[in-house]
């Protein structure tokens, strides 16, 4: 049984820096397509970025490209999202998610498995 594990949440103020992490249990990390989403308090869950099984494509949501950067390492069965420039109305709790099947996706109903979540604050 897939399980992801987020790590890498934090406090920082605005304008600066957090690298979340995303550990997958499993041989066949290599076949899922990955993606981050957050989920702010009182807001639907949103979309942020996602990667292919191989890593070569990804997409980002509109609101944190340029600043967010997807990355993935298969042979340690990990999922990065790199976050610069971070801004207040970044404040969320960020949940990794894994497609088994190996597609990607902006919808939430796309993917299988989810970790428990990392809080991250931004200060204004």
């Known amino acids: 049984q897939v399980q992801l594990v987020e790590s890498g949440g934090g406090l920082v103020q605005a304008g600066g820096s957090l690298r979340l992490s995303c550990a997958a249990s499993?041989?066949?990390?290599?076949?899922?397509?990955m993606g981050w989403f957050r989920q702010a308090p009182g807001k639907e869950r949103e979309f942020v970025s996602d990667i292919s099984s191989s890593g070569i494509s990804t997409f980002y949501a509109d609101s944190v490209k340029g600043r967010f950067t997807i990355s993935r390492d298969n042979a340690k069965n990990t999922v990065y999202l790199q976050m610069n420039s971070l801004k207040p109305e970044d404040t969320a709790v960020y949940y990794c998610a894994a497609a088994l099947r190996g597609w990607m996706s902006i919808t939430p109903h796309a993917y299988d498995v989810w970790g428990q979540g990392t809080q991250v604050t931004v200060s204004s």
């Open positions: 499993g041989p066949t990390f290599s076949t899922f397509g």
